[in-house]
């Protein structure tokens, strides 16, 4: 089957860093993204690795390794408006068609 | 530009009855997607739509079907609505609808099956 695994919950400080990693397993895979969503809110574009290595964009980073089939998103310098849910999702070719796989989220809970 | 806008906004119904939500992309977006959002699932994909053809659909039971129009706007259909059926609604649109791209999405439609 297809899947996307990552942790459920998170918890970190404000001002600190924190990662969040997502694992998956896909027939095929064309590349990993990186979405946000605000309670109430709709999913959000963070960052999208089709290649091994690191993308950094302000705060945030996300990293792929292809061979370890794992992602992860990196959050520095962490701000209370940060505190939201974070999915992975990867389109797969499936069969003939190619279909987007979503993680079931990482909720971040950030302490003062 | 305005974004992904999507209506109703919120809706309930009760068991067996059938509901249609629409979707309207970004100007000239031509790619749009739909997913069901629950606690316990997460973002579960539905179908895409690109130039009017149904591109991609996912696991979901025939109740569940869309379309698409010519000027990119989309709609979802459920019928005969089970209690399970209640769930948040997105819609996705992107450009082409090519994996690279970036999907942007909606508020979603809240839908409560009573």
């Known amino acids: 089957g297809q899947s996307l695994e990552q942790p459920s919950e ?6 600190a860093i ?20 605000h309670d109430g809110g709709a999913p959000t574009f963070l960052s999208y690795n089709a290649l091994d ?22 959050l520095q310098e962490l701000q209370m408006k940060d505190s939201a849910s ?21 909720r971040l809970h950030i302490l003062p | 530009k305005a974004g992904v806008t999507q209506t109703p906004r919120y809706l309930i119904k009760t068991r067996g009855q059938q509901v249609t939500l629409s979707c309207s992309p970004i ?3 031509r790619s749009v997607s739909w997913y069901q959002q629950t606690p316990g699932q997460g973002l579960q994909f539905l179908f895409e739509y690109f130039s009017e053809t149904q591109r991609n659909k996912g696991n979901f039971p025939g109740r569940f079907s869309g379309r698409q129009f010519s000027n ?36 979603g439609t809240r839908l409560l099956v009573l």
């Open chain 1, 10 to 15: 998170v918890t970190a400080v404000e001002g």
């Open chain 1, 18 to 37: 924190v990662q969040i990693n997502c694992t998956y397993q896909t027939s095929g895979f064309y590349g990993l993204s990186w979405y946000q969503q």
């Open chain 1, 53 to 74: 290595g690191l993308e950094e964009t302000g705060r945030f980073s996300s990293f792929l390794s292809r061979s370890d089939s794992y992602g992860y998103l990196l």
């Open chain 1, 86 to 106: 974070y999915f992975c999702a990867v389109r797969s070719p499936m069969n003939r068609d190619d279909k987007i796989i979503f993680g079931k989220g990482t």
């Open chain 2, 27 to 29: 100007s000239g977006h």
């Open chain 2, 72 to 107: 990119s706007r989309s709609e979802m259909n459920v019928s005969t609505l089970e209690l399970g059926d209640s769930a948040l609604y997105l819609c996705a649109s992107s450009s082409a609808g090519t994996y690279q791209e970036t999907q942007y999405f909606g508020p």
